[in-house]
Each structure stands twice: as structure tokens, then as C-alpha cells.
């Protein structure tokens, strides 16, 4: 299947991928502290396990910085 992720397309077997799977694929250092989007809309942090991304869909990783 083809998703991509952070606008990079990436290809990966199968037909899904959850959510955390995906930030342990990417290496994501510290991912309590990131805030993911599945197709636009927030997912919650309870459902990184159960929320799948299927061929097609666009995910994004928000990192929020503080500072002044």
C-alpha cells in the first residue's frame, strides 16, 4: 500500500498500518509528545493502536514547539 506521511510517500506491505505503528516505523523520538492527523482530522491518543492508515490515506506528525 501507498500512504504518505508528512507529505513523503511511503510504501509499506500489507493493506494497514495503525497509528502507532507508523511512529515506531518512522522513528519518532518521543511520540507522548506528538499530535497525529489521519486525513485532516486529529486522532486521539488512545486510539494510536486501533486507528489504521489504508492505501491512500495522508498521516501527519505535529510537533509542537514551545518558545518566545
Known sequence: MIIKVNGDQLTL??????????????NV???????VQLNGEFVERD????????E??????L???GGG
Open 13 to 26: 506491505a500489507g493493506d494497514s498500518v495503525s497509528i502507532r505503528e507508523l511512529l515506531t516505523l518512522k
Open 29 to 35: 523520538e518521543m511520540p507522548e509528545m506528538v499530535s
Open 47 to 54: 486510539h494510536l493502536e486501533s486507528t489504521k492508515a489504508q
Open 56 to 61: 491512500g490515506d495522508e498521516v501527519d506528525f
Open 63 to 65: 510537533y509542537f514547539m
